[in-house]
């Protein structure tokens, strides 16, 4: 049985003031769901549905562990960690 790709993800509102950090085993379909509104609760009441940083792992549980490892941390090192990769806080969705 083929283990499923994990993948911890970052969201921001359209102005970047508002993150979400979250793991799934599926991206596309996730992110999918917060731009439609499909999911309830905080990233539908704050619009926040752009993807500005993700990461992906041969594993969910490994994807989960980084997950708390993020949320641990203060707002500023998302940012940085943002920051590295997408400097630019672009919509990496459609690259997907």
Known sequence: MPIKQGYVYILCNKVNTVTY????????????????KLLEGFTRKYHIDKLVYYEVFDGIED??????????G??????????????????LYEAL
């Open 21 to 36: 950090t979250g793991v799934t085993n599926d991206l596309q379909r996730r992110v999918y769901e917060h731009k439609e």
């Open 63 to 72: 994807a989960i562990y980084r997950e708390k490892q993020i949320k641990g």
């Open 74 to 91: 203060s707002r500023e090192k998302k940012l940085n960690l943002i920051r590295r990769k997408n400097p630019e806080f672009r919509d």
